[in-house]
Nanobody
């Protein structure tokens, strides 16, 4: 069974940076497309970014473009999200997700989810 474990969240001041990691186990990492989502308090789960199996294709939500970078290391079975110029509006629990099929903005496209890592950006 595929398992995903996020880490790297925490408290940061506005304008700061964080790098989230997602450790993958229980399957062949390079067979899965991957995504990052987030959920702020009292809001629905929101797409942040996704990355293809080889890492050659990435896609970002408008809120993440120019500030966040998604990447993967297929040798280390790890997904990353580098977040720069963080804003209070980025405060949320961040989740990584994996799909053996098509990926995209819709959360239903993803089969496996991590437990989330909280990010708090203070103003």
């Amino acid at each position: 069974q595929v398992q995903l474990v996020e880490s790297g969240g925490g408290l940061v001041q506005a304008g700061g940076s964080l790098r989230l990691s997602c450790a993958f186990s229980g399957g062949t990492f390079s067979n899965y497309g991957l995504g990052w989502f987030r959920q702020a308090p009292e809001k629905g789960r929101e797409f942040v970014a996704d990355i293809s199996w080889t890492g050659s294709n990435t896609y970002y939500a408008d809120s993440a473009k120019g500030r966040f970078t998604i990447s993967r290391d297929n040798a280390k079975n790890t997904l990353f999200l580098q977040m720069n110029r963080l804003e209070p509006e980025d405060t949320a629990v961040y989740y990584c997700a994996a799909s053996p099929f098509a990926i995209g903005r819709g959360a239903t496209r993803y089969t496996f989810w991590g437990q989330g890592t909280p990010v708090t950006v203070s103003s």
